[in-house]
């Protein structure tokens, strides 16, 4: 049996990075996925999922050094499903992909504009 998950998606923010005990670095960031279908009236619609991508050192490291927001990554990796108690006596889930290999699609689009090359505007002038 095997738990193999590969997601193609937008990533939602920032990287974050913590240390665990043990010098053990975890990486995560959010992942939206779009899936576009035909509902009964056939009519177009689109429905996004999130997902938490948790990245651990080698991999995690370089996730956090060359993914910003906006990014389209594609993961592979496993599915984790967690259970705890919290403080409240609540029983608590989470879910997650714990990537096993992450390529890097497309840069973040900038969002700011370039500035105008003044340079070039004054040499034309100038002539």
Known sequence: MKNTVTLVGFVGNAPEVR???GGVSVTTVSLATTRSFKDGEGNRQSETEWHRI????GIGKTVAENVAKGAMIMVTGRIHYSKWTDQNGQDRYATEIIAEQVDFLAKAKETAAKPANNDNAKKRRAA
């Open 54 to 57: 948790t990245c651990f050192n």
């Open 19 to 21: 240390e665990l005990q």
